[in-house]
Each structure stands twice: as C-alpha cells, then as structure tokens.
C-alpha cells in the first residue's frame, strides 16, 4: 500500500502565471503574501506578479529577504513577517529557496516555533497557513513535494523537514517563467531534477504511482535539458524540462530521495554549493557506486531514456547510465568540488562530520546499496577528484 500526496491544484502551461489571481479567488484566499527574493524584486517580476493579483482585486504584500539555502534566521524573519501582514496564503515565488522558505513560514507564521523541532524524523501533519508556489526555475519540484529543507544557522545543519502540511495548495508551473534562466542555472537545477527522478524510481520506497512519474521525467528532462542550456529561448525544451522537474518532485515527494542528496546537503550546508550543482557532482559517483544494490532499476532508467537500447541487458545497460551522466557533467560544465575551487584542507578536515550529517538526514537509507560511515567518505574522497 502506498499513500500518494500532491497538490490540490495544478495550473500549468505557457502564460499560466496569468490566472494566479483567479486561481485564489477560487480557493477562497485574498491576503496572500508573497515570499521572494532580491533578483526577482528587483527585475520586476514580483511587480508582474502584483500586477496579476491586482487584475483580481487583490493586494500582496512582499517579503524579499530570502536566501540561497533558506537559514532558519531567515524563515523566522517571513515568519514574522507573514503573520504581521494578517496574511490568509503564502505565495513562494522564485526558485526552491524561496518556495521551501515560503512552506516553512507558512507552518510557523500561525503557530511559532522552531524548524529545528520540525526536522526528520518529525512529520508535520497539520497544515498552515495555505503553500501557494510559483516557481521560476525548472529544478527543485517544490511546487509538487511534501517537504522542505532549512540549513540551521546555529550549526550549519542542513535540516530536511517532511510532511503533509508542506505541501502546496496551488502550483502555478509556467516554462515561460524559465525562459531568462542563465546556463549555469538551467544546468544545475536540471540536473537537480533529474537526479529526483532516477533516485525516486530506485529508491527503496519506490511505488507504481512515483515509478510512472519518475519515467515520465527522465524522458522530459534527458530530451529538453541539453537544448535548453545551449539554446535559453527554445520554448519546447524549457517546456520539457519544466513538466519534468514537477514530474520528478511528485515522484520523489511520493517515494523518497537516496544518497545523492543525503551526501549532497552538507555539501551546502559548509561550502554553499548551490543545492543543484552539487547534486550534479555527485551523482555519476554515486550512480556507479550503488548500482549493484538494484542493477534492474537503473537500467530501466537507460532503456527509459534512450541511453541504451529496450533490447540491451541490464548489467551493459546500467553501466551506459553511468557514462552518459558523465557525458551530461562535461556537456553542461559541470566540475568537481576540487574545480569549483572549494578548501582541500577543509573538505578533508569536514568529511567524518558529512557523512554523519548524509547518514542523519534518512535518505542514505532508502538507496538502493545501504552505505557506512566510512564508505561515505570514501565516496566524497572519489568525488573530489
């Protein structure tokens, strides 16, 4: 048996953004309070978004002050921010940081407290104020995902927080949104889903329901993303790629993550890696390292994509996904830890506390190939290079 847990409503497609005002009205909310950041202020896309609103009669206020890899500092600050507005929604507008910062403050605006009594294993089951998410990158899947992560500010701890109440009322999915993306983002967050999608279809939580979305966006994505990082206006791949990154968050949200984000979270945590891009540099290694706990799956995910041939074996199979994410790294310019240019003497210093942090955060536990301690850092010694 499994339990399958999405949005109320999804409105997606080109121009989407258009009907957010109308899409409140019918869910009986008018004071909604957007949470964003400084870029999107700043290059009138929040004034886009407004003017929407007001189309409908509807004014919001505007919290920008969100941060890459939301802190718990910050979301206190939306928090309170959200619950002086009187606010009835909160609309998180903006990449996953915004929308994760958006999920949170939605739960602490009308009952304060702290994330850190919220983190995994703590399931959050009773919902907020209404999650309304817009998002402007085609990556994190957000919009379609009972969770959200907050990097404690005390310790640096990046905290993985689930439940039902984190879940969005509505989704506004519009490509159009994407089309401004810079390369290095549409690199980074496309990878980000994908990397949701073949860790949800191998996961050990896997069900019938996030297998056919699991699919459904490696094909979207492994199709469009090349594309739409060397050609940014190419509507149909942006398109692609934004349909897969909600695929792919509703068939994670529905089976779970593994050990790419397990080991990819303290790599932002204590590096501020940006959440995609270290997945990127991580997921070759650990797709090769943990095939032999599932070898069918990940070459279902091959065959899926086209990688290798419906007729080919799964071991030969397998091994061709292997090398074509690392065919995907060098296309999309993805470096290693030691390229990125991060301190080798604190990587080395950090990596006994990173593992115990991956091992923390529960999702090693659903991967396919269960790892140690010890066998984490030696994954992260292989990743650097």
Avoid at 1 to 27: D, N, Y
Wanted: aromatic share 4%; hydrophobic share 45%; with cysteine.
């Amino acid at each position: 048996m499994s339990a399958i847990m999405l949005p109320r409503v999804v409105r997606i497609g080109g121009g989407a953004l258009a009907e957010t005002g109308e899409a409140l009205l019918q869910l009986g909310l008018t004071r909604p309070a957007i949470i964003t950041d400084k870029f999107l202020l700043q290059s009138g896309m929040v004034e886009r978004l407004q003017d929407v609103l007001g189309k409908s009669g509807l004014h919001a206020s505007v919290f920008s002050d969100t941060v890459p890899d939301p802190t718990s500092d910050c979301v206190a600050a939306a928090s309170d921010f959200v619950r002086e507005a009187g606010a009835d929604c909160v609309i998180g507008f903006g990449g996953g940081s915004p929308i994760d910062t958006a999920k949170a403050a939605a739960i602490l605006a009308p009952r304060p407290g702290t994330m850190r009594a919220l983190k995994a294993p703590h399931q959050e089951m009773t919902p907020g104020l209404p999650i309304i998410a817009i998002p402007t990158t085609a990556g994190t899947g957000s919009e379609a995902t009972r969770f959200t992560i907050v990097t404690d500010t005390a310790t640096d701890e990046k905290m993985l927080c689930p439940g039902l109440a984190y879940l969005p009322t509505l989704a506004i999915v519009d490509y159009e949104l994407t089309l401004t993306m810079p390369k290095r983002l549409t690199a980074d967050t496309g990878i980000d889903a994908l990397t949701h999608a073949i860790e949800a279809y191998v996961s050990r939580l896997a069900n019938p329901f996030s297998d056919s979305m699991a699919i459904a966006a490696m094909q979207a994505i492994w199709r469009g993303l090349r594309t739409a990082y060397h050609e940014p206006g190419n509507r149909a791949a942006r398109e692609q790629v934004m349909l897969g990154a909600m695929q792919a968050g509703m068939a994670f949200s529905n089976a779970s993550v593994c050990l790419v984000h397990g080991m990819s979270r303290p790599i932002g945590a204590h590096f501020h890696v940006a959440h995609g891009l270290s997945n990127a540099m991580l997921l070759p290694a650990i797709t090769r390292w943990s095939i032999e706990g599932n070898v069918a799956r990940y070459a279902d995910c091959a065959r899926s994509m086209g990688i290798a041939p419906a007729s080919a074996a799964d071991a030969p199979a397998a091994a061709a996904l292997v090398e074509a994410l690392r065919g995907l790294n060098e296309d999309l310019a993805v470096p290693s830890p030691k390229d990125y240019g991060l301190d080798a003497a604190r990587w080395r210093q950090l990596l006994p506390l990173m593992a115990e942090q991956a091992l923390a955060s529960g999702s090693p536990g659903n991967n396919p190939r269960v790892p140690e301690a010890a066998e984490i850092v030696a994954l992260y010694e292989d990743v650097w290079g």
